[in-house]
């Protein structure tokens, strides 16, 4: 019997490839945001209403992630923006490298923001660093206001949160007090915006972030 | 089930380092933090299926969980914090320090040699 001292970083693969992303992000000065939720929180209509509130001034491409069909990718592009569509068949989570590979498909030359809409999940994304720039998670008050204490993990890596479908908020129990509170006990930094992607309520605040953050 | 992916990548990380002439491996020995969100029978399974056909399979897997540290910033207990109960056991006020998580971390290899 032979015993061998390792030590070695089992994700180091993808760490590898996140350091090479977040390398490639700061020498283009692009800010990377990866988005995080559970599927049907809202992200691709947030990313079509923040695409047509800033796409004469802000130069922004997306990077879609889905286990099945282009349907997202469609969706951004149809609002004038440049989008890859990733597939994963079936994987819960994107990795960094599949990110590398999608930059390729874009000029990344003019380009200020690259938005990773992750799959659709709270739980496995989490867990694998694409070189983002900032992390942003999602909640929609129709998925219940318990979601940051079921699933911490998602919540307490983000750097902004956005509260979305506030306009379902008077039809549902969501505590958006008790939320704010649970989410600060896991993560004091973290940057909150209460909006609704359907009316846009809200959202310009998200938007003053947005162009401050590339800044 | 990320833990598939984590699976494949300790699987890699074991051929990496154990030549396939040099023998069987018996046990694997990784760590994890808090933030990985590792569900040991999820991982297990993982492993299990992945290892069939390569020098690991069979192989037991050993998952040890690294507390992640906090220190409370009204009374300065120390305590290992809880991501599903995010406040100090003394004074119950949700104002810390948390230290930094470790990352997922191959520690040993156990194999027969042929």
């Not at chain 1, 000029?107 to 942003?136: A, K, M, Q, W, Y």
């Not at chain 2, 991501?83 to 998580?101: N, R």
Request: glycine share 4%; with cysteine.
């Amino acid at each position: 019997m032979m015993k061998i001292k390792v030590k070695k970083k089992i994700l180091a693969k993808n760490e590898d490839f996140a350091a090479a992303n977040q390398k490639f992000f700061k020498k283009k000065n692009i800010l990377c945001i990866n988005m995080i939720s559970s599927p049907g929180s809202g992200k691709t209509t947030i990313l079509e209403k923040t695409a047509k509130a800033l796409k004469n001034k802000i130069n922004i491409a997306v990077i879609e992630g889905d286990l099945y069909t282009k349907l997202d990718a469609e969706r951004i592009r149809a609002t004038g923006l440049e989008a890859v569509q990733i597939e994963t068949k079936g994987a819960c989570h994107l990795t960094a490298e599949q990110i590398t590979n999608s930059l390729h498909k874009f000029d990344t030359d003019n380009l200020d923001i690259i938005v990773i809409e992750n799959i659709g999940n709270l739980v496995c994304p989490s867990d694998f660093d694409l070189g983002e720039t900032v992390r942003v998670v999602v909640l929609s008050v129709a998925e219940g206001d318990d979601k940051c204490k079921k699933y911490p993990n998602s919540f307490a890596q983000a750097d902004v949160l956005l509260i979305n479908k506030t306009d379902l908020a008077r039809y549902l129990d969501f505590n958006v007090k008790m939320v704010r509170k649970d989410v600060l006990k896991l993560n004091k930094d973290l940057k909150i915006f209460e909006i609704s992607a359907k009316t846009t309520a809200g959202m310009e605040k998200w938007f003053k972030w947005l162009k401050k953050a590339i800044r | 089930m990320h833990e598939m992916m984590v699976a494949e990548n300790i699987v890699e990380t074991i051929l990496a380092q154990v030549q396939k002439k040099s023998g069987k491996v018996t046990r694997v020995v990784i760590s994890c933090g808090q933030i990985n969100a590792i569900n040991d029978e999820a991982l297990k399974f993982a492993f299990e299926a992945i290892a069939a056909g390569t020098i690991c399979q069979g192989a037991k897997l050993k998952i040890k969980h690294i507390p992640l540290k906090a220190v409370c910033n009204s009374c300065h207990k120390k305590f290992n914090f809880d991501l599903y109960e995010p406040q100090c056991p003394k004074c119950g006020k949700s104002d810390f320090l948390i230290g930094d998580d470790v990352p997922l971390i191959l520690e040993e290899i156990e194999f027969e040699k042929k």
